[in-house]
């Protein structure tokens, strides 16, 4: 039976690889540099990508930190009226 790329029982002749390409080499690309010129090519990458980054304008700024304050006001309001429900029901409870 066989298929679009070829018989079933015969391996396609670009999956068959020599015995010497199939040991891997040590270390690869990063063997050849050494430690600071890694942590240098990190760095221009780090400041390349913030180079991408879309910075907010100061007023989109003002409102998004308005808006994480009066939300977490809020949820500090909602964790102490459980809180405090929880505890007056515990001494209820047990005394």
Known sequence: MTDAVGSIDTPDAQDEVPEFKKKARKGGKRA??????????????????????????????????????????IMIALVTVIDYGLNHAAKYVFG
Do not use: C, D, H, M
């Open 32 to 73: 050849k540099k050494g430690p600071l010129k890694r942590l240098a090519i990190f760095y221009r990458q780090i400041v390349a990508e913030l180079r991408k980054v879309v910075w907010p304008t100061r007023n989109q700024l003002t409102s998004y930190t308005t808006v994480v304050i009066f939300f977490v006001a």
